[in-house]
């Protein structure tokens, strides 16, 4: 096995998941233009939080996860700490630090690790004029003398959606370092500094982290939930995204409407079935209109329909095994 890739389908209540840089008095929802007209959005710098967070909370005695510093730089132990192995960082090194591969030191600059978790951002499906609205807010400010009130008034921008959201994870890369023949640049393996038990449980913990994802902005006045509604995992023999395809809505009178594409997903599950070992689909009702023909698309490549929870459970299940 060298990758897990997941798709999923989230539909939320009104709620603000990911501001925009609007004005001090004016929270914005993030937003970005497809034919002319503007879809909500969440990035993936938010998402990756999210995910981290969620594993953070069910962290079990024993298990690491270092805390950026006020640099933003973490601690680059991959072999103690699950937030640098399973994301990746950047950390400064200063010139002569002793390191593996040169003589007279590290000449100096930075060490990179490319995340084995790829999170993209979370994509609005519906148009943001059918389904968003300007709430407002007050902010109590101390009073000043006994009987007066003051504060301000902000405007939120908030919507319903159905969002898609999708991750990668690099299963080779998971506990270890490439090795490099600095001389001839050149790569001959991966180091594993965890053995395949705790390689596997890190696995886990991403999978685990999509039923209990909790800490996106605006919570306290908008709680929602965001963990999948409908969702696909592949197991794959070679390593690639194409099933981040897999869902589209249908166009009906030029008008978005809650109908997957049945012909897309056909077409991207016949493709991702030549190089998957397992494939698992799970949905819940009322998302899509289109229940039963997305049903019978999936039955077609003998794939049962199950719930996200079960999905997910066999999906932790397998790995394990």
């Known amino acids: 096995m060298k990758g897990v890739n997941i798709v999923w389908l989230s539909r939320t209540d009104l709620t603000n998941l990911n501001a925009g840089e609007g004005e001090t008095n004016y929270i914005d929802i993030k937003k970005f233009k497809k034919e002319g007209k503007e879809y909500p959005y969440v990035s993936g710098q938010a998402m990756r939080f999210y995910i981290k967070e969620a594993i953070r909370r069910e962290l079990e005695k024993g298990e690491y996860m270092c805390i950026p510093d006020d640099k933003g730089e973490t601690c680059g132990n991959i072999q ?15 010139k002569g630090t002793p390191w593996p591969g040169y003589e007279k030191g590290h000449p100096g600059g930075a060490e990179t690790r490319i995340s084995p978790v790829k999170v993209s951002p979370a994509i609005g499906l519906l148009p943001l004029d059918e389904n968003m609205v300007v709430d407002f807010l007050t902010r109590r400010k101390p009073q000043k003398e006994a009987g007066e009130l003051t504060g301000d008034i902000v405007n939120v921008e908030v919507g319903t959606n159905i969002y898609k959201c999708g991750i990668s994870i690099d ?13 001839k640049r050149t790569i001959s393996g991966i ?15 991403v999978l685990e982290a999509l039923r209990l994802l909790t800490d996106y902005s605006k919570q306290a006045r908008l709680l929602t939930d965001f963990t999948p509604d409908l969702i696909c995992i592949t197991f794959q023999n070679k390593y690639s995204h194409r099933l981040q395809k897999l869902f589209e809505f249908m166009k009906e009178n030029e008008k978005i409407v809650r109908k997957l594409n049945t012909k897309r997903l056909e077409e991207i599950l016949s493709d991702v079935k030549d190089y998957s070992d397992k494939l698992l689909f799970g949905m819940i009702s009322g998302i899509i209109e289109n229940e039963n023909e997305v049903r019978e698309v999936f039955q077609k490549f003998g794939i049962d329909v199950k719930t996200p929870k079960e999905v997910l459970s066999e999906a932790i299940e397998h790995i394990a095994s």
């Open 80 to 94: 103690k700490c699950i937030l640098c192995d399973l994301f990746g960082f950047m950390s400064t090194i200063k």
């Open 171 to 183: 299963i080779l890369r998971v506990g270890g370092d490439e090795i490099i023949d600095q001389e």
């Open 191 to 205: 180091d594993y500094v965890i053995d395949d038990d705790e390689r596997k449980n890190r696995i886990k913990k």
